[in-house]
Nanobody
Framework: QVQLVESGGGLVQAGGSLRLSCAAS????????VGWYRQAPGSQRALVAS???????NYADSLKGRFTISRDNAKNTVYLQMNSLKPEDTGVYYC????????WGRGTQVTVSS
């Protein structure tokens, strides 16, 4: 049984930082391409950052230079360091293996005020 638990969200002013965590059980992150997804108000969930099995990272253009995805294989946890936050970063953030469409966690709410 796969379980994904996201945490670390909150309310922050523009320009601030947050660090999101995603702990997994029932699936091994280190051998998968894992992503962070954002669901903004009124929008569908979209992939914003990913880290591949070999450690290669990819980001949505709007995040480059501000967000960093990383992974702790020993803890089976993926992180998203979010710096220089903007109001348009607001949304619920989820993690999952890229391409997987089931077993979503509850997500963690990020709200950036202007």
């Amino acid at each position: 049984q796969v379980q994904l638990v996201e945490s670390g969200g909150g309310l922050v002013q523009a320009g601030g930082s947050l660090r999101l965590s995603c702990a997994a059980s029932g699936i091994i992150f280190s051998i998968n391409n894992v992503g962070w997804y954002r669901q903004a108000p009124g929008s569908q969930r979209a992939l914003v950052a990913s880290i591949a099995y070999g450690g290669i990272t990819n980001y949505a253009d709007s995040l480059k230079g501000r967000f960093t995805i990383s992974r702790d294989n020993a803890k089976n946890t993926v992180y998203l360091q979010m710096n220089s936050l903007k109001p348009e970063d607001t949304g619920v953030y989820y993690c999952n293996v890229v391409g997987r469409t089931s077993d979503w966690g509850r997500g963690t709410q990020v709200t950036v005020s202007s």
